[in-house]
């Protein structure tokens, strides 16, 4: 199914959602939730980026799924943790060349909670240019632990510490430069870790800037699953179908109250029962 080319001015955000072929709870819950704004508010362009499965019946399935939708976008890139990267090089190419003029783009994973309207929101009363957003990361320095599932050799990566970069699991890169980023990824050599690729060495190399952005959640579940939780935050991590769907409906509700189990402490608590326990 071929998908619309938008012109200037038509896009404001475009959200772009890097997802397994096999993530099908996921992509439906936000459907149902922070994505189906896009469907009430035509600046706010929602899409999901696909790579190849092996399991055929799953790839299959996704395919249909799209041809109900329209949202999905299939690239010829094999699903396995070493190839995310690519699929942020996909997905900024088809920013570029299918959304002239959109002025933000936010990349954001499956798993996470997302405050749109307050995203948007902040966006309006403060225009960004020549920057990617997020909770930033200073002064990491590559694994060189030999048993590692993160380890980056001297031939991989010879500098002790990266550059700044925006933690993976959301960031936003404003409009301006997606272009150039996407031609970053042509010259600077490719990195296995997309956010560290994509927001730190080939942000590095246009010369945009990495910004802070309190609201965005740094890669670990830092808060309870409710809604009320996330009224004056952007992004939250690490959150099931079920848990994002009822937590977008207490946002919704302005006089919801978390339960007690919700609560930080006291989940973690939980989770930590069950670790030990069962």
């Not at 380890?151 to 959301?170: L, M, Q, V």
């Not at 952005?213 to 992004?235: D, L, S, V």
Request: with cysteine; glycine share 6%.
């Amino acid at each position: 199914m071929r998908h619309k080319t938008y012109s200037n001015g038509e896009v404001f955000l475009l959200i772009m959602v890097p997802s397994a072929v096999s993530n099908f709870e996921q992509r439906d819950a936000i459907r149902r939730t922070w994505g189906n704004i896009s469907t009430i508010k035509p600046t706010v362009l929602l899409k999901f980026v696909l790579g190849k499965s092996k399991d055929t019946v799953h790839q299959s399935l996704a395919e249909t799924e799209n041809s109900i939708h329209n949202d999905i976008l299939f690239e010829e890139i094999l699903e396995t943790y070493e190839n995310l990267s690519q699929k942020s090089i996909a997905l900024l190419r088809w920013a570029s060349a299918n959304c002239n003029g959109v002025k933000y783009l936010l990349k954001i994973d499956d798993d996470m909670f997302l405050n749109l309207p307050r995203l948007l929101n902040e966006l309006n009363a403060h225009p960004k240019t020549n920057t990617i957003s997020g909770c930033i990361v200073s002064g990491a320095s590559p694994f060189r632990f030999a048993f590692s599932k993160w380890k980056i050799s001297r031939s991989e990566y010879k500098n002790d510490y990266y550059p700044d970069y925006i933690a993976g699991t959301a960031y936003l890169i404003s409009g301006d430069i997606i272009s150039n980023l996407h031609r970053a990824t042509q010259n600077v050599p490719y990195f296995i870790f997309e956010d560290v690729y994509i927001t730190g060495l080939c942000r590095k190399h246009i010369g945009a800037v990495a910004l802070e952005n309190k609201g965005f959640n740094c890669g670990y579940r830092n808060r309870g699953p409710c809604g009320n939780n996330f009224r004056y935050q952007i992004t939250g991590h690490h959150y099931t179908p079920r848990e994002i769907q009822r937590m977008w409906l207490e946002l919704q509700d302005r006089w919801s109250n978390c339960r007690l189990v919700d609560h930080y402490f006291i989940y973690k608590l939980v989770d930590l029962f069950k670790y030990m326990f069962l």
